[in-house]
Each structure stands twice: as C-alpha cells, then as structure tokens.
DNA sequence: TGTACATCAGTGAACGCGCGTTCACTGATGTAC
DNA sequence: TGTACATCAGTGAACGCGCGTTCACTGATGTAC
C-alpha cells in the first residue's frame, strides 16, 4: 500500500535532502549559485527526480523557504511556552529569535533572503497560508496579553512589528556581515527594550 | 574642456535616467524581470552605453541601489533637523522612515530588496563607505543623545536596530503587500514605541 | 584659420554560455484476480 | 501461485532560450599648434 499513502517514505526522505543542499547551497554562493544543477550536485539526486518532487527550481526554494519559516515559529511559539507572565513571554520570543538566528544561520539567512525572490509571487498564496498557520499560537498568546490590558493596545500586525523588529533588523544585519552587530550585546539589550515598547501601565 | 570635467553634463543625465529605469523595471517585474535588456528598453539607453557607464548589470543596480539608499539617509536627516529634543528627533526619525517608504515606494522596495542581490559581494567594500558617510549626520545626532543621558547607553548599531526596526519592519511588510499592515496606524503607533523602547529615565 | 588628433557618449547586431526544463527510460514495490 | 499491470522514485543526456557581454562603429566636442 506505499502509493496509497499520503507520501513515502523514500520519497520524504529525499525530497528533506533535497531542501537541505538548497539552504546549503544559498548559503554558500548565494543567488549567484542557486541554480538547479548546484542543488542536484549537492544533494546527490538527479536532475530528474528533482523535477518529479517539487516541479521547477522556484518550487524548490518555496519549499526550503517554507521549512525554514515553520522551523523559525515553532522555536518561537516554544521559547514562550510555559511562561507566565506577558513580560516573559515578549522577552523569550525576542531571545528565541535571536537564538534561533544564531543556531540554525543557513535556514534563517534564507527566510530573510527570499522576501523578494522570484518564487515568491507564484508561491504566494499558498505560502502565505502555511505561514498564517504556523504563526496562530503567538497570536493567540499575545493577542491574550493586549486583551487582557497588559500589552500596548494593537493590531495584532502592529504588535508583530513592536515585537519581532529590532530583533528581525538585528538578524539581517548580522546575517549580512557578523561583524556588524553584537548578537551578545542583543541578547542584553533588546529584551528588555521591546518589553518597554510594548507593555501598557508604565 | 568637456573631457577634463569629472562627468559630463550629458553622460549624467543618462546615468540617472538609467538609474531611474531600473528601479522602475524592478518595481514593476522584480528580480525576475530585471535584465539589462529590459532596463535599456524601459530607459531608451543602447545596450553598449549601459556598459559604457555602469560596466555591469551589477554595475547598474548597485549604482540605483546607492543612490536611493542615500536618499533615504537624507530624507532622515532632514526629518530629525531643528529638533530640540532627543524624543522630537527619535519621533521624526520614525515618520521620516515611513513617509519615504510611502512617498517613494519603488526606491525603498529596491533598498529593501538588494539585501541579498548578486551584486552585493562585490560591490561591498564601496557601497558600504558611500552607506556609512551617508549615515554620519544620524550618527553623530544619537550619539550625541547617548552620550548627553537621554537614550539608553548602547552601541551606535544597537541604538540603530531599535530605532529603525520597528519601522523597517513595517515598511518591508507594507512593501510585500499593501493590504498587510496599516501605516497609518503605525504613524499613530511606532514613533512613541520607538521612544519608549530608547528613553532613559523611564 | 585649418588640420590632425583625443576623448567621451552612444549604437545595435551578434555571440556564446549557462540555465531551467524535458523526456524516454529503468527499477522497485505493490495490487488484481 | 503466477502473470499482468499500476504507481512512484529516480536517472542523465540533450535541448533551446534568454541572458550578459562584446566589439567595431559613428558622432559630437574640444585641444594642440
């Protein structure tokens, strides 16, 4: 019964392989080097097969993109679990975000880098919604905290800015050039300020 | 003594008509679109003048790349003069950032979108000094704050990512989709977060 | 003044490489009966 | 049990288009003397 299944095994695991050497190979030469052939060299599978699992080379890095993404907000939605208090949840999330950049460089250089890229337009809609879903939990935590009056008064896309921009900028900027931004001095830092920016009863 | 001059009065119009012609090719059809083809029909330059002026397609876009990001610092730098207050600046600073985004939407898309372009390897090192002496007037205006002990003591590119992220931010997510974010509500919303987020002397 | 020359802006047909994509194929695994 | 068939994963040589780039050229303007 494998092909009455949703997907096989065999199928899944490659097709992971795949999206790995795609991050991998963005991460090592860019836009400049992500082409198709780059990505069949590095992950071992063929020209062909690559073609039968995601369809083109835009439907590769829309997959990668969207992994990467859903890995991103899972951290996210884990580094506030289990928190009590809306002043350590807004600092976990910004602490995860930078942690999350730190320790999985590749994935999080490629989710920034692929704002703009060629795949997004005709990925959009359905990316949009994997991303939607994923996103729910925090906003369904946050948007708690601002309804019970402990947060800035809102909408939940303004929140999203107060929260996640300085550590989102501070991310590029280091993803950029490591040289450019402290990541330890973030850590310090940027907590504590987002909290200031967003907690209500001063 | 045409030849003698730095630039003739001639070739510089069409390096800003070329310029111009660029981001309103990306603007229109983004990277997918943007060729060196596409750009010499959309500004009725022949192929062999682009490479007479700019040497590369790379060429083109980093020159329209600096150019609008110099812009923007201006545009910042103007909103924060006459300031008196480091709050009055820090609010400027913030409607400064969100009106060049509104008022120039196809420059600020092309700043935001060149964070990973080809072009930026190696254009780096030049772009990064005409980026930085760009920056100076801000710069030397918050650091001045800083040191006067009216911001929160952190380092110029820590200061910058609580200044600007939030704003930025928003501009990148209003520039990917209009519908997605409101800027007028963040007009209302992210100058006082901002100062909330910078302020010492709570 | 005239002649020769230098420099820069600009033209567009042509080239050739690299890229995404195609396609006829094999092999493995499972179903139908 | 055997035979025929269906589905999916995977292969890699080959194709052809589009892209960045080249190059021999013209024209305009200014200098040298």
Known sequence: MRYRGAVSEQGDETKQRVMDAAIAVFSKGGWAGFTIHAVAKKSRVSLG????????????????????????????AKACANKRSARASVEALVLGYLDFTERHRAEALFIHASSWASFMPEHA?????????????????????????????????MLEMLLIGPAAETARRWLSDERAVDLAEARRCLPAATWRAVRLDS
């Open 49 to 76: 097969s690559l073609y039968h699992h995601f369809g083109s080379i835009d439907g590769i890095a829309a997959a990668a993109w969207s992994r990467s993404l859903t890995r991103l907000l899972e951290a996210l």
């Open 125 to 157: 809609e359905r990316l949009g919604g994997e991303k939607r879903r994923a996103f729910m939990p925090l906003l369904v935590r946050f948007g708690g905290y601002v309804e019970a009056g402990e947060l800035v008064s809102a909408s939940p896309a």
